[in-house]
């Protein structure tokens, strides 16, 4: 009989080992998907900061487009610039040649006129991209043709100077005003040379 208990011992304690080494693996097993849990609950967390690397890409793409807009801009800008100074520098040198054509033949001839027209639309093109608009401008002295050519001359000399020496980023009320000014001179000249038709 005391063999019997022995052996029933042995069995008990065989059992409670199995149990422990059971209970072990099951504890293990339950700690190692609790693990698991956690990683995965900490991954939303990877994923937000890999959004907020995204996002940081994003707003550098953004601001890299937002240069490159700004550049173009720039570029646009200075384009512009040049065009203006080149108009000021065509309405400059069409004055001169009006005023020799007008000192040879004492006349606005028909390439007078032509350049009377091209120097008007030079002139309001100039006064756009300054800023102006149409103003009626009354000069008070009223000139004969040859003071109103030669007037027409200084102004649109006056005129491609300042343009010049004016920086792109500024408007310059001066350029409006000379350039309706130079305007009022050029409507002068066409209604003497009406008259003398």
């Known amino acids: 009989m005391r063999r019997l208990i022995l052996n029933s011992f ?38 937000i900061s890999a959004d907020k690397g995204s996002f940081h890409e994003d707003r550098s793409v953004g601001s890299i487009e937002e240069e490159m807009r700004a550049t173009r801009a720039i570029k646009y800008a200075e384009k512009e610039h040049r065009e203006n100074v080149d108009r000021a520098r065509e309405i400059s040198a069409l004055g001169v040649q009006l005023q020799q054509g007008f000192r040879l033949k004492k006349t606005i001839d028909r390439d007078g006129v032509k350049k009377l027209e091209r ?6 093109k100039l006064r756009s991209e300054a800023g102006g608009a149409d103003v009626d401008i009354n000069i008070q002295n009223r000139f004969d043709l040859a003071e109103a050519v030669d007037r027409l001359v200084q102004l649109a000399d006056s005129l491609a100077d300042t343009v010049e020496k004016t920086p792109r980023r500024v408007i310059s009320a001066t350029v409006i005003d000379d350039a309706n000014v130079l305007l009022e001179l050029i409507s002068i000249i066409r209604t003497h040379t009406r008259t003398s038709d």
């Open 10 to 47: 042995a069995i008990v304690d065989t059992l409670l080992r199995s149990s422990l080494i059971f209970a072990a693996v099951v504890a293990i097993s339950f700690s190692t998907s609790a693990l698991a849990q956690n990683s995965r609950a900490s991954s939303p967390s990877d994923s």
């Open 119 to 124: 120097l008007e639309k030079l002139t309001k």
